[in-house]
Each structure stands twice: as structure tokens, then as C-alpha cells.
């Protein structure tokens, strides 16, 4: 009886959340016409674009954090140093199997304006995991892009800038800027659209967090990822020239 109701439960969210792999690039193109992007001029202090560091530099870190038994930030259980040992496998995966989208490609390549994008993040999140490597994917597609990952348990006052919701420190957050001023041209994160808002209905379900987690990863693998391909270009080419 307990398995028929598992089931019962992962049927239900397979339907909410769809097929999201079958998305074609015409409906890439339709994400540019439609989603609506608002800068805030907010600009990102200095500081924490030099504290920041590249995508091989944050792996090299959680690699000797792992060598040493531990993982980022100040919960270091067992089953979060175990978590890091599984994104870091999923992150190695995702840059060799990743394949970017024609339309992605295109966007992309569009930019000429020079982007920062800045990501809070840490080792033991499995969204990070399995989105930052696609974000660095297309990252390395562009040279005017310079991507630059941050500790989100080490960096509070930006993260609380920030909040899903007005309320969550969720991560990973993107925040794109001009790399000239520092000015915030748009933010991602922590989930794609179409996931976060399942993840928002299964929380509200009050769905016990193993089934919400088992979920995710269902998603993410059926997903194969493609909306955060689209989403990242989309908001990134809104800004590909500067506006004089």
C-alpha cells in the first residue's frame, strides 16, 4: 500500500511538470519575445567580484575540501560531505555529455556586450550541481563572458539581496552584469521556471522532502538540460548590445 501511494504521488508530478526535453528552438525564440526582464540598477560591490573565483578554481577547491573530508560552508555532516561526492560526479557528467542548443549556440554568440555572470553557490546543492556546468558551458561559447562563482554561506549580505521570493537564500543565483559598471542587467536561478514553480506546488502539498528531491532529479535528467539553456540565453541576449 505504501509503494501504490509513492506512485500515486510521482504520477501526479510527471503530469504537472511535463516533458520539458521536447522543447524545439522555435519555442527558444518565443522565450526571447516574451520573458520579461527589468534591470534594477543595482550594482554588485567590488568586493565580492574579487572574492569570487572561476568555475576551475571552485572545483579544484571542493576537490581538496573532499581530499580533507569536509565540504563548503558550516554544515559538515556526513550526508552533506556525501552530497558534494555526488554533484561533483553529476558536474564532471554534465561537461562531457552537455550539448548546446543551435538557437542557444546562436544567442550566445549574439552577445557583444561584456558579461559578468556571478553565481552563488555551494559544494553540497544539487540544483548547482546540476545547473552551473550548463552555465559554464555556455559561458565558455563567448570570451565578452566571464563567469565567476561565490560561496553564498560566506557572502550573506549579497545573497540577502537576493531572496527567492523575497524570503529563501535559495541557490544557485545568477546574477548577470555589466562588466564595465557592475550594474545588474538580470538574475537566474535557483531552479528553471517550469521546475521551480513544480518544486513551489509540491512544497505547498506538504510532500515529504525525499519524494520533492527524488522529483527534482527525475526532472532534471528528463530534462537534459535544455531549460537552462533557454533560460540563460534568453535573459543574457536581452543584453547583448549596450544601449548607448
Known sequence: MLQLGKTKIRRNVRERTGNPAGVSDICFRKILNIM?????????????LEKAVSYEAYKLMVDELLAQGRTTGP???????????????????????????????EAIASIRRPQTWLVLTEAWCGD???SVPVIYTL????????????????????????????TSRSIP?????DTATREE??????RPAALQESFMGMRSEGLPYDVIKEE???????????AVQQEMAALAARYAVKVS
Open 36 to 48: 520579461e526582464v527589468s534591470s534594477t540598477g543595482r550594482k554588485v560591490d567590488p568586493v565580492y
Open 75 to 105: 554544515n559538515q555532516s556526513g550526508d552533506f560531505i556525501h552530497y558534494t561526492q555526488l554533484n561533483m560526479q553529476r558536474m564532471h557528467r554534465l561537461e562531457k555529455t552537455t550539448e548546446v542548443l543551435p538557437a542557444v549556440k
Open 128 to 130: 548547482a550541481a546540476q
Open 139 to 166: 559561458a565558455q561559447l563567448n570570451p565578452l563572458i566571464d563567469l565567476r562563482l561565490l560561496l553564498r554561506d560566506e557572502n550573506l549580505e549579497l545573497m540577502d539581496q537576493y531572496l527567492t521570493n523575497g
Open 173 to 177: 543565483k545568477l546574477i548577470g552584469l
Open 185 to 190: 542587467l538580470f538574475t537566474w536561478g535557483p
Open 216 to 226: 527534482l532529479q527525475r526532472w532534471y535528467n528528463k530534462d537534459k538540460t535544455v
